[in-house]
């Protein structure tokens, strides 16, 4: 029996599974720095020093600062700013201002991002499939009011409901997220649930431990996808694979599967 017989709902990560970047975050650093009229550090330091920003922000302010109810637009602002620091730049306030002004604007509209050809034809099959469709992201609320209806990944059509980190207060991988998108999906049971991510810790790992399916895309050729499947996981290019897995995949056992799909 394939697994889709078995399921009432599959919850998918957003980035990395439905959308993807428009080059790397560090460029449209550079270029609201440049617009000012000023220097920026190498587009490849801009991201570093983006990444170590916001894993610091992450951990001092998490879920984007909704335990202090921090405003998602002052969280942003003091990533931006350290961003910049660890890159060798501090620019005078109103500087500043005008810059991030840019950078938020344009991370609050589609233009950073590209959505997979699959994802929305795979989201409406689901659907018309009878099984729910969930979001499940670390995201302020700006995915949720502006950036996916932008892209054309509408709740009603291609999602029934989402958990956005910023608005839940619970960020993966914290296992409590997908609780709560079973819970939002109604009370459906773990055993009749799918997770679709890219991440073994943040998607994968958590989802299993709540006790669903789950399977992890490698649209990149990652250099960890092949741990990924020794260690048991199925591990599959996109989401065209995942709806043939779906659908002709041998029968699923405690959310695991048997054939080469897999490469257990």
Request: proline share 6%; charged share 25%.
């Amino acid at each position: 029996m394939a697994l889709l017989s078995r399921l009432r709902l599959v919850t998918v990560d957003v980035t990395g599974t439905l959308i993807a970047y428009r080059g790397l975050l560090g460029d449209y650093y550079c270029t609201a720095a440049m617009s000012a009229g000023l220097p920026c550090p190498g587009y490849a330091r801009m991201h570093q020093a983006f990444k170590a920003a916001y894993a610091d922000m992450t951990t001092k302010h998490p879920c984007f600062g909704h335990a202090s109810r921090m405003p998602d637009d002052l969280w942003w602002k003091m990533c931006v700013r350290d961003s910049f620091l660890r890159a060798g730049h501090e620019y005078d306030d109103d500087t500043f201002e005008r810059i991030f002004g840019q950078i938020y604007a344009v991370f609050g509209s589609p233009a950073p991002y590209s959505v997979f050809p699959d994802a929305r034809p795979f989201l409406r099959w689901l659907r018309g499939e009878g099984v729910m469709a969930g979001v499940v992201t670390n995201a302020d609320r700006r995915y949720r009011d502006v950036v996916l209806p932008a892209l054309g990944l509408n709740q009603g059509s291609e999602w029934d409901f989402g958990v956005f980190s910023g608005v839940a207060g619970v960020e993966k991988p914290d296992r409590r997220i997908y609780e709560m998108a079973l819970e939002a999906a109604g009370g459906v049971a773990p055993e009749e649930a799918l997770h679709i991510g890219d991440s073994m810790s943040k998607d994968y790992a958590p989802a299993r431990a709540v006790g669903m399916h789950a399977l992890l895309l490698d649209r990149f050729g990652t250099a960890d996808a092949e741990r990924w499947r020794r260690s048991g996981a199925v591990v599959l290019p996109d989401l065209v694979s995942a709806r043939e897995w779906l659908t002709r995949g041998p029968p699923v056992v405690h959310g695991r599967t048997n054939n080469a799909w897999a490469e257990d």
